[in-house]
């Protein structure tokens, strides 16, 4: 596609719920991002793919937080028993990746999934 | 990972050049960039520099890079009302970029 698209942009959920996050990246691009940015923060970095592969997990908050990708392209990220503290603004973005490229890593972002848990 | 601080918050008048801090600990990272968060949107890249530059100039924007200081600064000139939005620094360390929490620029007539 154009751009880097999530759904849903809006999620109400309450605690204890499962919810699923979805990010399509811009075709071509080997890379897929999640962040986390929750009010008035900075971003938190979640998970990085290179292909269908997560060479980094480490940012997870917690085992209850999952992603997946296949096919190179579509990614989900599954927050498992919600709780108030998951409410943020959820991230994707997407680049070449930095294997593809000498120069920068550029990522581009969609406009996101806020998160509301009740 | 790298720490990457800004400033939080900034006003300017509109048509006064806005400069935007920011320091960073990875020495290593090879590329810095700049950001742009409009509200309710995801974030949009303004510009970036190579760490080999100490400068580059884009239109109404500056980036000033002292390495040494690991000092990052990134100049709007001639700054509207549309420039209002958070503006995020970044280093890169290998595959990721790490953020900074971002400074709002409130821009006023």
């Known amino acids: 596609g154009a751009g880097v698209s999530q759904s849903p942009s809006n999620k109400v959920t309450e605690k204890g719920k499962d919810v699923e996050l979805r990010c399509d990246p811009i075709?071509?691009?080997?890379?897929l991002y999640w962040y986390r940015q929750r009010l008035g923060q900075g971003l938190e970095f979640l998970i990085y793919?290179?292909?269908?592969?997560?060479?980094?997990k480490s940012g997870l908050p917690s085992d209850r937080f999952s992603a997946e990708r296949t096919g190179e392209s579509v990614s989900t990220l599954t927050i498992q028993r919600t709780q108030q503290e998951d409410s943020a603004v959820y991230l994707c973005a997407s680049s070449l990746g930095v294997v593809s490229l000498p120069g920068a890593n550029v990522l581009t972002f969609g406009a996101g999934s806020r998160l509301t848990v009740l | 990972g790298e720490d990457v601080e800004q400033s939080l918050f900034l006003s300017v008048r509109e048509g006064d050049s806005s400069v935007i801090n920011c320091t960073y600990t990875?020495?290593?990272?090879?590329?810095l960039y700049w950001y742009k968060q409009e509200p309710g949107a995801g974030l949009q890249l303004l510009t970036y520099i190579f760490s080999n530059m100490d400068m580059k100039q884009d239109q109404r924007l500056t980036v000033l890079l002292n390495k040494k200081d690991k000092h990052l600064s990134l100049r709007i000139a001639d700054t509207q009302t549309g420039d209002s939005a958070i503006y995020f620094c970044a280093g890169s360390s290998g595959y990721a970029l790490n953020f900074g929490k971002g400074t709002s620029l409130l821009v006023t007539p």
């Open positions: 990875d020495s290593s990272s090879t590329y």
């Open positions: 793919f290179q292909g269908n592969s997560a060479p980094d």
């Open positions: 075709s071509g691009h080997t890379a």
